[in-house]
């Protein structure tokens, strides 16, 4: 398949596996991802030449040095000797004693080739930790020493594996270049990596001090700079691209500090297309994994030399040695530092295990599998190459269900998983955050929850434009009202159990069913008494026959959201067709259409407000936003139903624009009260001022935009 079709077909995978996730929630996207890209290998026969050192530099650099820009300083510094033990001395006890323990229970490796795959599957993959650590509520030791130490355990893990194939392939090792060649690679990968950032930063500083800060040059130029020294470390200096990219992400991150006062706005853009950027490289790096199955598992599985079962059988067996050494060095790690500091916290093979468990295995393990060579030095094939293709794979699959599997059920609280390739939404970066601020350390409620404050600021801004609705601005107001009412419900439902909603759903049904017996009822009378036509009529009756299918089909066979509104679209458009089609005058009927919703919304106003007044019936049990909702509803339609429109559109959006303004303005205000009264955290406070400043940059672009045509 050429490279640009490609390059299409799995962004667009991406986007479907962030799709699919949405509704199998149990299941990492991580793992969805491998899933499409293993069936688009076998279905369409895609296929992708896998070269390590353009992998490395298109997908793991950047991510690397994203990661570095990312992960916190003082953790950093604080784990500086957990994470440097396990990136290098666990390591090299995992190469060394995991391939020994490799060739011993499974003795058709050679030993040569057990080191060499043990050193490639010890580095734990800094994408594939995140997919997992981001999704369980791991203690938070546990999870800085696991990203931190999967910043740099790829250099010590692929030099490991670089002199262990060495061997295999030539028979001969020479312990002490190979220790030479790892000081060189790593200490000559850091200091060229911290000496390019600080030429970088100082080029930019110079270049905004001479006026030359624009915005999009400055993104593109952070944007490039991982590329730019994971190149320069690997081709000019021979070293350790992967730790020069993580120390200037690193560096990058402590003198950054100063930017965020000097140009906010590229700071937010920034932040914004380095998103953009991961996702897409996170998700493809998973696809292009699930499509190298096939051609890593394909040998052993067709070929004869070994059962199958026997390799799925080898693949526990690895996958059960690389578990077992972690957890043991995790634990003996917690009981030295409990021996030496007394007021630490006791040893816990629990927490072992989450470590164990957290280290997964994923690109650059696959990555480098692919460079064993067919044939040794004297010409014969290398041996068992097909079966540590198959065991590499595997142990990546295995240790990615294996952590979404069990750490949910070690961990204290577990959450939808989330991976960098996720969509970076809102409603995803803030779910752990509503959790720490709801919960104290005794688990009392203390503060308001992002999507409750959401839900406030948007019922003040409802206030705020009834407070400034008049007769000549009613179309403009209920149209915001309306939108905003749908807002409050869809955070409503997202922030409520499946027990909570269940009553609340059905109380907002039966309101619905009131309202619609009203306006069949009005259509009806309408009809006797020939104030419209039969034709006309029946059409309405139809709609609304529609309408309370749907309720009641939402209600009782909830399907996918997606499927219910192409359906929607389906009908009104074969209802605007049957219109043009209709015989007469389609002009008339149009009118006499909106002249029954009209006087049908009337109804099942009066209907809801009879409803409510029965002595049987209890006002208080119904949700009020439920009926608020339904009666701007039906307000709105009323306003739309009006022939006599004389209002231009020009003056509809500059009532619009000064009714969102306004409320935009109460939002702010609810804001600052919460923050005042101590409600809510300066964290939340900054993320909701946030987004009601982007919403009022939209509609000031959007001004813009109108002038200029």
């Given at each position: 398949m050429p490279i640009i079709e490609l390059v299409i077909l799995l962004a667009c995978l991406v986007l479907l596996s962030n799709v699919l996730s949405h509704y199998l929630v149990a299941i990492p996207v991580s793992l969805i991802q491998v899933g499409l890209g293993l069936g688009v290998a076998l279905l369409l026969n895609v296929q992708v030449k896998l070269q390590t050192d353009w992998f490395m530099l298109v997908f793991i650099a950047p991510m690397l040095y994203n990661d570095g820009r990312e992960f916190p300083k003082q953790e950093l510094w604080e784990l500086r000797g957990a994470i440097f033990a396990n990136a290098i001395v666990l390591v090299f006890i995992t190469t060394i004693?995991?391939?020994?323990?490799?060739?011993?229970?499974i003795p058709t490796i050679p030993l040569a080739v057990g080191i060499a795959l043990a050193a490639i599957l010890s580095p734990t993959d800094p994408i594939a930790v995140q997919s997992i650590s981001e999704g369980v509520k791991l203690p938070k030791e546990i999870l800085h020493l696991v990203s931190g130490e999967s910043l740099i355990n790829d250099a010590s893990g692929l030099?490991?594996?670089?002199?262990?194939?060495?061997?295999?392939?030539?028979?001969?090792?020479?312990l002490s270049k190979a220790i030479g060649d790892f000081f060189y690679i790593s200490l000559v990968g850091l200091a060229v990596g911290l000496a390019l950032i600080t030429v970088i930063q100082l080029i930019r500083d110079i270049l905004r001090r001479e006026g030359i800060n624009d915005i999009v040059f400055n993104v593109v130029l952070q944007i490039t700079t991982p590329f730019a020294i994971y190149f320069i470390a690997e081709e000019w200096?021979?070293?350790?691209?992967?730790?020069?990219?993580?120390?200037?992400?690193?560096?990058?991150?402590?003198?950054?500090?100063?930017?965020?006062?000097?140009?906010?706005?590229?700071?937010?853009?920034?932040?914004?297309?380095?998103?953009?950027?991961?996702?897409?490289?996170?998700?493809?790096?998973?696809?292009?994994?699930?499509?190298?199955?096939?051609v890593a598992t394909q040998a052993t599985i067709k070929g004869a030399h070994t059962n199958t079962f026997h390799a799925v059988f080898d693949v526990l067996i690895v996958w059960g040695i690389l578990l077992l050494i972690r957890v043991a060095w995790t634990y003996a790690y917690m009981l030295f530092n409990w021996l030496r500091h007394h007021k630490k916290v006791k040893p816990s093979l629990r927490i072992a295990a989450l470590s164990g468990l957290s280290g997964v295995r994923g690109a650059i393990t696959m990555a480098g599998v692919f460079t064993i060579p067919t044939v040794i030095a004297t010409g014969e094939a290398f041996p068992e190459r097909s079966l540590v293709l198959f065991i590499a794979a595997g142990v990546i699959i295995l240790s990615l269900v294996a952590a979404a599997a069990i750490l949910p059920l070690m961990a204290s609280k577990s959450l939808p998983f989330v991976t960098r390739g996720s969509s970076p939404d809102e409603d995803d970066t803030v779910l752990a955050e509503d959790l720490d601020e709801a919960e104290d350390a005794d688990g009392g409620l203390q503060q308001l929850t992002y999507k409750q404050v959401r839900i406030y600021i948007l019922q003040l801004a409802v206030q705020n434009i009834?407070?400034?609705?008049?007769?000549?601005?009613?179309?403009?107001?209920?149209?915001?009202?309306?939108?905003?009412?749908?807002?409050?419900?869809?955070?409503?439902?997202a922030s409520q159990t499946a027990d909570e909603l269940a009553p609340m759903l059905t109380d907002e049904l039966q309101l619905r069913l009131v309202a619609l017996n009203g306006e069949r009822a009005a259509v009806r009378e309408l009809i006797t008494s020939k104030k419209t036509?039969?034709?006309?009529?029946?059409?309405?009756?139809?709609?609304?026959?529609?309408?309370?299918?749907r309720f009641l089909q939402a209600t009782h066979k909830p399907g996918l959201p997606t499927l219910r509104s192409l359906q929607l679209l389906f009908n009104r458009a074969m209802q605007g067709i049957r219109l043009w089609l209709a015989?007469?005058?389609?002009?008339?009927?149009?009118?006499e259409l909106l002249n029954i919703q009209r006087e049908a919304s009337k109804a099942a106003i009066k209907a809801l407000s009879q409803y409510l007044k029965q002595a049987n019936v209890d006002e208080q049990q119904f949700d009020r936003q439920a009926l608020y909702h339904l009666i701007v509803h039906y307000r709105n339609r009323i306003e739309n139903a009006k022939n006599d429109h004389t209002l231009s559109r020009d003056d509809y959006e500059r009532q619009l624009h000064s009714l969102r303004i306004k409320s935009l303005g109460a939002e702010r205000a609810g804001v600052q009260h919460l923050l005042e009264s101590g409600q809510i955290s300066l964290r939340t406070a900054a993320k909701l001022r946030q987004f009601i400043n982007y919403s009022e940059n939209l509609l000031m672009l959007n001004d813009i935009e109108a002038d200029d045509e």
């Open positions: 004693l995991g391939g020994f323990l490799i060739h011993v229970l030099i490991g594996f670089k002199y262990a194939l060495a061997a295999a392939v030539t028979g001969t090792f020479v200096f021979h070293a350790s691209g992967v730790v020069a990219v993580v120390a200037a992400g690193v560096l990058a991150h402590i003198q950054n500090s100063h930017e965020s006062e000097d140009a906010p706005e590229l700071r937010l853009v920034t932040e914004r297309v380095w998103n953009v950027v991961v996702y897409l490289l996170n998700g493809i790096v998973f696809l292009i994994l699930g499509i190298e199955l096939p009834e407070e400034h609705r008049r007769p000549e601005n009613q179309r403009a107001a209920y149209d915001l009202i309306l939108d905003q009412q749908f807002q409050i419900r869809r955070l409503e439902v036509t039969k034709l006309a009529g029946q059409v309405y009756l139809r709609r609304i026959d529609r309408r309370e299918q015989p007469g005058d389609s002009d008339a009927l149009r009118s």
